[in-house]
């Protein structure tokens, strides 16, 4: 009964998804999972975007098991490796005729110090510029299939996180716990000049904190691990989880309100640097620069 007290905003939208495509990233488990298992129950053709593709086909399995969709479908996306992440846009981009909605929801926690495969820390690596490049490589799919919603999943988190240009890879100074919260802001900010630029384009896109959720996302950390565990009537489902990220994919008149951040279904909070937009600005160059993609697109 707490933990339903607490665990506000559930997504009430009664859209239906015949025809739509989406595709959710970190699909096969927790938050990731429970939003595709909704998108599937709406009767959208759901792309499981995951990095490890047996862990991808069991979710699929009990996906289409619970909804009887059977377009439920597993693709290879490891977020640390560029490679991978262009390999799995180009074949999405010859599978798929339309793309309707892209969750950026994968995400790691608090990992000890370690490199993508191109040299990213793996948290600024994997949360922010993992998911820039992916939302770069489909955005023209996105455009031609108008209206179409970009969501970011990003954390309370962000509130104690800061962009520092000259650290952006923890070269120089390296918390876990805050290098998360750094890539946790450097999401918003890519949300709100997102936003900016597809003004006009029929796309929009929200940033979503899910609420504090019981998920494998603590298994870096055994103190995280162990407070979730202690306070767990305080910790919300992974179901309960998805609904912030389901309400900005679905409900119905929310575009005037692209860029912005929710929380329990409703506008939340954004510190100061998350509503900085010279810091988006920059940073949004700096990831192009370290991509190796235009700054205009
Ligand atoms: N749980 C919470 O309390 C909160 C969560 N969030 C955010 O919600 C999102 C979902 O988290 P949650 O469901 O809790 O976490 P989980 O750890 O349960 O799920 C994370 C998903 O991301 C995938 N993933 C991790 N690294 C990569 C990679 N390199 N390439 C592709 N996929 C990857 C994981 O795959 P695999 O299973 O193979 O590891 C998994 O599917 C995250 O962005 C997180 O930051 C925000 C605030 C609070
Ligand atoms: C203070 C406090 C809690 C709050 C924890 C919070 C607020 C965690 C936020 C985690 C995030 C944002 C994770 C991922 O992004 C608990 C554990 C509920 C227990 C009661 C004491």
Not at 50 to 70: F, H, M, P, Y
Request: proline content about 2%.
């Amino acid at each position: 009964k707490i933990r339903k007290m607490l665990s506000n905003g559930v997504c009430t939208s009664n859209v239906q998804l015949p025809g739509k495509v989406a595709i959710v990233t970190g699909a096969n488990t927790g938050i990731g999972k429970e939003t595709a298992k909704d998108l599937a129950q709406r009767g959208a053709r759901v792309y499981l975007a995951c990095r490890d593709v047996d862990k991808g086909e069991l979710a699929a399995r009990e996906i289409q098991a619970v909804t009887g969709n059977s377009q439920v479908f597993v693709r290879k996306l490891d977020l640390a490796d560029t490679k991978s992440i262009r390999a799995f846009a180009k074949d999405f981009l010859a599978e798929e005729k339309h793309l309707h909605l892209l969750i950026n929801n994968a995400g790691v926690m608090m990992c000890p110090y370690s490199k993508t495969a191109d040299g990213f820390e793996m948290h600024i690596g994997v949360n922010h510029l993992g998911h820039f490049l992916l939302t770069h490589l489909l955005l023209e799919k996105l455009k031609e299939s108008a209206p179409s919603r970009i969501v970011n999943l990003s954390s309370l988190g962000h509130h104690l996180g800061r962009i520092h240009f000259h650290n952006l890879q923890g070269e120089k100074f390296y918390s876990a716990g805050l290098a998360y919260c750094h890539s946790k802001l450097a999401n918003i900010l890519f949300t709100k000049e997102l936003a900016k630029r597809l003004k006009g384009s029929g796309v929009t896109t929200y940033s979503v904190h899910p609420g504090t959720v019981h998920s494998e996302l603590t298994r870096y950390s055994s103190i995280m691990r162990w407070l979730w565990q202690l306070f767990f009537v305080f910790i919300k489902t992974p179901q309960e989880g998805a609904q912030t990220s389901l309400y900005c994919a679905l409900t119905e008149g929310l575009e005037s309100l692209s860029g912005s951040h929710f929380s329990d279904c409703q506008l939340a909070w954004v510190s100061y640097q998350g509503r900085n937009e010279i810091i988006a600005r920059r940073l949004w160059d700096v990831s192009c620069d370290l991509l190796g993609l235009p700054v205009d697109w």
